[in-house]
């Protein structure tokens, strides 16, 4: 069972119909921190500001378990604000601990250009991660944010996108993987990415 995490935050419905066109069945939405850590994959998706979701995520006991179930070892996918609370901390009207899974920063993107990001955009993978598997090098993905996650070590990005500058939009190490697009809205290759993701909770289930 994959946990889509729901820390009232974003587009649940959409990742879940996603993740079912995709081919993944079974999937459920809960804020019940036990099903959270009851559950053989873990997806954090969210939409918003960066402290809210923090506070969210630690008043009702979300972190802690998230922390303790990715440290086990389950596969995580975080999207778009699910990604950027992987941070060390958050810099969106001030400074906000974020769950330190990716020790870095999440800044707002420079001006000059157009804020937030909307649109769809290309994306190059600087590191070969099984998430991208099959979807060529390229591709488009649908995005809408202003911040974006700047990790301190660079190997943990796994795609990069350019706008105004070239930033990281996606990460992954181990069973950690997160994407600051929105793979639900980015048509085949977004559903493929879900479809990956699930393959990989499978893989580890059947160890």
């Known amino acids: 069972m994959i946990a889509i995490v729901d820390y009232g935050m974003g587009n649940l419905r959409s990742v879940q119909k996603g993740f079912e066109h995709a081919g993944v069945a079974d999937i459920v939405v809960t ?6 850590a009851s559950a053989d ?17 630690r008043d009702s ?7 303790e179930r990715i440290a086990a070892g389950v596969p995580f996918l975080g999207i778009c604000l699910g990604m950027q609370l992987l ?8 400074e906000w601990e974020g769950l330190g899974l990716v020790p870095g920063a999440c800044e707002r993107l420079p001006g000059g250009v157009k804020v937030p990001h909307i649109g769809w955009n290309t994306v190059s993978y600087p590191r070969e991660s099984r998430l991208f598997s099959g979807i060529p090098e390229g591709t488009a993905f649908y995005f809408v944010h202003s911040y974006h996650l700047r990790p301190d070590d660079p190997s943990w990005t796994i795609g990069a996108a350019t706008h105004g500058i070239t930033f990281t939009a996606a990460v992954g190490r181990g069973d950690v993987y997160a994407v600051q697009f929105h793979p639900e809205k980015s048509s085949t290759m ?18």
Do not use: M
């Not at 994959?41 to 995520?57: E, M, Q, S």
């Not at 941070?87 to 001030?94: H, Q, R």
């Open 31 to 36: 804020s019940d921190p036990a099903v959270v």
């Open 41 to 57: 994959g873990i997806v954090l998706p969210g939409v918003g500001a960066f402290r809210d979701a923090a506070a969210t995520l």
């Open 61 to 67: 006991g979300l972190r802690e378990v998230l922390l």
């Open 87 to 94: 941070a060390s901390v958050g810099l969106e009207d001030g």
């Open 190 to 207: 977004g559903l493929r990415l879900l479809g990956n993701f699930g393959e990989i909770v499978e893989e580890r289930v059947g160890g």
